[in-house]
């Protein structure tokens, strides 16, 4: 007999350990969540593969018999090996965690409010988030996936388009109750806007954003400034005045109400984009593979806000 033959299905043998430890096949059947008639044909298959009786049946009970006592006393330490392997296995995957790097803003406002959603359907993997508005800390050697605004060049790294850059007013809806002049375009300079003070020269400034709807206002004095975009956002939520907002950003705040669009459909839309990067050179991991087909997924389950094309 080869060394294949020789060995049972998993099954059978799990089959008669819950057998054994629960005292009945009922109880065997509640331990693996299968049928009881499942688990009698089971042991049955191994006790037919083995030419041996491993119970003692009776008319409402079966009690274990010495040839079944005695695979039960050799196999039990066995299974739990096979059992620690696993677990160890599973344990070492989680513990290589996905590594994926992010502008502040998108960490926070996009990524944040959908990795429990992620995180529960596959809790073998984990993400380490790293958020920065570095594009070199994004940009490290350990990082495995990274989502950057630009224009798709990053020399040596492959770039996929997640979403376009798409730019309009918000603020909270009680700010607008308060002031509705400002869904006039000609009276929002008068307000207070939230602004975000970047390093990135291309970062969009209200300055930028009214003289691209023909609104030149020399000095904006009641602009409230903010080193990260998460912050201004929050602060339009609570009232403080009128941020600008990207699309693919705030559109949950604004479906959840707690962010409106004074001005409509009035909008900017820019050459740039979130793309999601990765070195050209690494190679394929499964664990990897994952998240980039979520994010890829997220991407195509939302507007879209393509980049405007500038080639023409």
């Known amino acids: 007999m080869s060394k294949n033959n020789s060995l049972p299905p998993l099954d059978y043998l799990l089959a008669f350990e819950a057998t054994v430890e629960s ?5 065997a059947s509640k331990a693996l969540n299968i049928s009881e008639t499942a688990i009698s044909r089971k042991v ?7 030419k041996l009786n491993l ?4 008319h409402r009970s079966i009690q274990i018999s010495p040839h079944g006592q005695q695979l039960f006393d050799e196999i039990s330490p066995v299974l739990g090996q096979l059992r620690s392997i696993s ?3 599973f344990k070492d995957a989680k513990a290589e965690a996905i590594t994926l790097a992010a502008t502040n803003s998108v960490a926070g406002l996009w ?3 959908r990795l429990p959603l992620f995180n529960a359907d596959n809790q073998e993997l984990r993400i380490k988030l790293v958020s920065s508005d570095s594009d070199e800390e994004c940009l490290a050697e350990d990082i495995h996936l990274s989502i950057l605004r630009g224009d798709g060049h990053w020399p040596g790294y492959s770039a996929q388009l997640l979403f376009g850059e798409t730019i309009f007013p918000v603020c909270s809806p009680d700010y607008l109750e308060k002031h509705p002049e400002i869904a006039d375009l000609s009276a929002m300079a008068q307000h207070s806007l939230i602004g975000v003070a970047s390093t990135h020269t291309e ?3 209200w300055h930028t954003w009214l003289s691209r709807n023909e609104l030149y206002v ?11 975009y998460p912050l201004s956002i929050d602060a339009a939520v609570n009232g403080l005045g009128i941020a600008l907002g990207w699309g693919h950003l705030l559109d949950h705040l604004v479906d959840q109400g707690k962010l409106v669009r004074p001005l409509g459909d009035i909008s900017v839309r820019t050459e740039y984009g979130y ?5 050209e050179k690494s190679s394929s991991f499964s664990q990897r593979d994952v998240v980039e087909q979520w994010l890829l997924e997220l991407s195509a389950s939302r507007r879209r806000y393509e980049p405007l094309d500038l080639s023409d």
Do not use: A, C
């Not at 020399?218 to 990260?228: A, C, G, I, R």
């Not at 793309?275 to 070195?279: A, G, Q, R, S, T």
């Open 23 to 27: 005292g009945s096949f009922s109880g």
């Open 44 to 50: 049955k298959l191994l006790e037919h593969h083995y």
């Open 55 to 58: 119970f003692i049946r009776g």
């Open 87 to 89: 677990e160890n296995r």
């Open 111 to 113: 990524l944040m409010p």
């Open 203 to 205: 970062w969009m400034t």
């Open 218 to 228: 020399p000095k904006l004095d009641q602009t409230v400034l903010f080193n990260t």
């Open 275 to 279: 793309y999601l990067i990765k070195p």
